[in-house]
């Protein structure tokens, strides 16, 4: 299939996934319901709802893919988790763009999220909507009306005009526009959609990255707060501490997915060649493997001295702590004392069963009232002390 005399216009987003994941995909779309933890009834709604045909499991370049359809949008999922929906120009790229971002958001999405729902949770800090944008939009002999045209209806404008080998990019935040000479080889779809995927990975990859550095410096501000602090008082101990393991389970997480995005840029690199490899060459893409390589491991290397400064404080509040419990030990043994000592004299004082107690009652009234006093007013005084008392940090 070629895109002579169309324009073409794709959607895509990248979740880092395996071929494990595409797998159950597949398996879903299939029919089995049995997926461990989920629900039946659920499953099959939701399997109802994408409503695809064509279903069909390929491998390509090394590359294992789900591709299906759904009136008049074409779906194709790489094991790597790259997903594109992808439509012809129906009338305007506004009602197209609404087509795909529909089926996306109240079809596709929903079924992966479901699928994938278990598992380790994703940090409230990485919580955010996934966005779909921007669009990517190929087409053979633009005229530049048609392109101004375009931009227009996502009032957005484009920040870099690349133009090399009969290829024209014009890229926004919101679009990217791929016009083509009519005889280029990228006119046939599964080319173009293979240099749409290895923009969307470098997109995303680029993304994530930013959203980790940002992330970073918010988790070291806040342990900072902590660690040049003159003092703490105890009662602030737990929440601050709760706060830091919050943080860890961040760092943990975002450290298993900076790994596993090494290793899918890795593969990706790996497998490419031939046409796909000769076209990332023609438009200087090819560096971009390498580049995002070395900021990730910037990152990585960054988020490990981030976590040593997290455990590094949690063991200081931890060594803190365990040194004012010894102090109120001690304290707690000098009390007992106390009490043995007044217990000594309590055992002086008379009782009602006692010859002397006419002679004595006021009086051992008095001392028993007296050492109760004492005790409730030195329990709620340490009580108060502890938790109002400021412990040096640095």
């Given at each position: 299939?070629?895109?002579?005399?169309?324009?073409?216009?794709?959607?895509?987003?990248?979740?880092?996934?395996?071929?494990?994941?595409?797998?159950?995909?597949?398996?879903?779309?299939?029919?089995?319901?049995?997926?461990?933890?989920l629900?039946?009834?659920?499953?099959?709604?939701?399997?109802?709802?994408?409503?695809?045909?064509?279903?069909?499991?390929?491998?390509?370049?090394?590359?294992?893919?789900?591709?299906a359809?759904?009136?008049?949008?074409?779906?194709?999922?790489?094991?790597?988790g790259?997903?594109?929906?992808?439509?012809?120009?129906?009338?305007?790229?506004?009602?197209?763009?609404?087509?795909?971002?529909?089926?996306?958001s109240?079809?596709?999405?929903?079924?992966?999220?479901?699928?994938?729902?278990?598992?380790?949770?994703?940090?409230?800090?990485?919580?955010?909507?996934?966005?779909?944008?921007?669009?990517?939009?190929?087409?053979?002999?633009?005229?530049?009306?048609?392109?101004d045209?375009?931009?227009?209806?996502?009032?957005?404008?484009?920040?870099?005009?690349?133009?090399?080998?009969?290829?024209?990019?014009?890229?926004?935040?919101?679009?990217?526009?791929?016009n083509?000479?009519?005889?280029?080889?990228?006119?046939?779809?599964?080319?173009?959609?293979?240099?749409?995927?290895?923009?969307?990975?470098?997109?995303?990859?680029?993304?994530?990255?930013?959203?980790?550095?940002?992330?970073?410096r918010?988790?070291?501000?806040?342990?900072?707060?902590?660690?040049?602090?003159?003092?703490?008082?105890?009662?602030?101990?737990?929440?601050?501490?709760?706060?830091?393991?919050?943080?860890?389970?961040?760092?943990?997480?975002?450290?298993?997915?900076?790994?596993?995005?090494?290793?899918?840029?890795?593969?990706?690199?790996?497998?490419?060649?031939?046409?796909?490899?000769?076209?990332?060459?023609?438009?200087?893409?090819?560096?971009?493997?390498?580049?995002?390589?070395?900021?990730?491991?910037?990152?990585?290397?960054?988020?490990?001295?981030?976590?040593?400064?997290?455990?590094?404080?949690?063991?200081?509040?931890?060594?803190?702590?365990?040194?004012?419990?010894?102090?109120?030990?001690?304290?707690?043994?000098?009390i007992?004392?106390?009490?043995?000592?007044?217990?000594?004299?309590?055992?002086?004082?008379?009782?009602?069963?006692?010859?002397?107690?006419?002679?004595?009652?006021?009086?051992?009234?008095?001392?028993?009232?007296?050492?109760?006093?004492?005790?409730?007013?030195?329990?709620?005084?340490?009580?108060?002390?502890?938790?109002k008392?400021?412990?040096?940090i640095?």
């Amino acid at each position: 299939m070629a895109t002579n005399n169309k324009k073409i216009i794709y959607l895509g987003v990248w979740f880092q996934r395996t071929s494990l994941h595409l797998k159950e995909f597949r398996d879903f779309l299939s029919g089995q319901d049995g997926m461990i933890g989920l629900d039946k009834e659920k499953i099959s709604e939701l399997r109802k709802s994408l409503d695809l045909q064509d279903i069909e499991f390929v491998h390509d370049s090394n590359f294992n893919l789900l591709r299906a359809k759904n009136d008049g949008v074409d779906i194709s999922i790489s094991e790597d988790g790259v997903i594109i929906v992808h439509s012809e120009i129906d009338i305007d790229i506004e009602r197209t763009a609404k087509k795909l971002e529909t089926f996306f958001s109240k079809k596709l999405s929903p079924a992966l999220s479901y699928l994938y729902s278990r598992g380790a949770p994703l940090p409230k800090d990485l919580s955010s909507v996934k966005e779909l944008y921007p669009l990517y939009l190929i087409g053979s002999e633009l005229e530049k009306s048609e392109i101004d045209e375009m931009f227009d209806f996502i009032n957005d404008k484009p920040f870099l005009i690349e133009k090399k080998d009969g290829i024209e990019i014009q890229t926004s935040n919101e679009m990217v526009v791929i016009n083509l000479e009519a005889s280029h080889p990228m006119i046939e779809v599964d080319l173009a959609k293979k240099l749409i995927s290895n923009i969307i990975i470098f997109r995303e990859f680029e993304k994530q990255l930013s959203q980790y550095l940002n992330l970073h410096r918010t988790i070291w501000e806040s342990i900072s707060l902590v660690r040049e602090s003159n003092t703490l008082t105890l009662e602030k101990f737990p929440s601050i501490r709760s706060e830091i393991l919050g943080h860890l389970k961040t760092l943990s997480f975002v450290r298993a997915r900076l790994c596993q995005m090494k290793d899918i840029l890795a593969s990706r690199e790996e497998i490419i060649s031939g046409e796909e490899a000769k076209l990332l060459d023609d438009l200087d893409m090819e560096n971009r493997f390498k580049i995002l390589s070395a900021e990730q491991s910037y990152i990585l290397n960054l988020w490990d001295m981030t976590t040593d400064y997290a455990r590094g404080t949690l063991d200081l509040l931890d060594s803190l702590l365990n040194e004012n419990t010894q102090k109120e030990i001690s304290v707690l043994q000098t009390i007992t004392f106390i009490g043995v000592a007044t217990g000594f004299f309590g055992m002086n004082i008379a009782f009602p069963w006692n010859p002397e107690w006419p002679l004595l009652f006021r009086t051992s009234y008095i001392v028993v009232g007296i050492i109760m006093l004492f005790a409730i007013f030195t329990q709620f005084g340490l009580k108060f002390n502890f938790r109002k008392k400021k412990i040096k940090i640095k």
